[in-house]
């Protein structure tokens, strides 16, 4: 397609923690994403074209690879680009039946994901996610930021690690939330980001529901409703629980380096996870209720 040499303009694109430099062009052939990655990220990033160059999730438009330009360098990346409004912009004027549907759509797109997708599972992820939780605590002890009660959650953490045992490992979206989600013309779902995509527990993928629950809990208990079918495990909580507290602490050492201010931000969303869960002592969060 060579979408480079067939650009007409092109619009700064900074939202985000991306180091990537991305743009919005504009082509005869209608608007692509564009972010110039680094060349570290090529092998991942032609790996992405494999797993999902041909994922369809149905009414659910996302940002699908298109092409990907090796030279000359830095590369350049280029994905379909999802018209809609920013989701976390607009969800709170919704009404509750519209936040319910989209939290729905957010649930089953998340299966279809982790279901359509196929990559080779290597039995290894309770040794890989235990090793994960110990670079963790060790990066946020280490980090200067310290949380009120860590001891505790921490002790939660470790105790909830038996949960791990026998997960089942598939594709990953890598950051999916609602900053990361558009409401599109036809008022579908729009998916944007598979740039963290990554190969795990599919459970994982709920690490990052606060942002989801923090601007409306319906939504979020929707899209968990919906993804297990209404028909919740009991085992997903423990889990959650886990996914979340590790997500927690190692947001704090992540942030430092993007300053105070998101530092504020990572301290917030500690603060509403102790409060979520009655200070780390209950697996199922406040927030989440039936919404079926």
Known sequence: MEIEERI???IPLDKGWSNDKKSIVTTPDGRFVRRIIDDSRIDSTSTLFFHIGSLNLDDNPFS??????????????YTTYVEGEDLEEVLCTLSQ???IRLGYE?????KKIHTRVRVKDDGMWAMKYNAKIDRKIKAYQECGIKVMDDGHLIDRINSLRIYLEGRPQTFQHGDYHVGNFVLTPDQHLGILDFDRWDIGDPWEEFNRIVWCADLCPVFASAR???????QVPESFFPLLFLYQAVNALASL???????????AVMLKNVRRFKEDTDDFANVVPKWYVRTR
């Open 8 to 10: 007409i303009s092109e």
């Open 64 to 77: 699908r690879p298109m092409e990907l330009d090796f030279a000359p360098s830095p590369a350049r990346f």
């Open 97 to 99: 039946k519209e936040q």
């Open 106 to 110: 957010a649930g089953f797109a998340l």
């Open 224 to 230: 968990i409703d919906a993804y297990f079918n209404f």
């Open 253 to 263: 050492p992540w942030a430092i380096p993007y300053g105070e201010k998101e530092v």
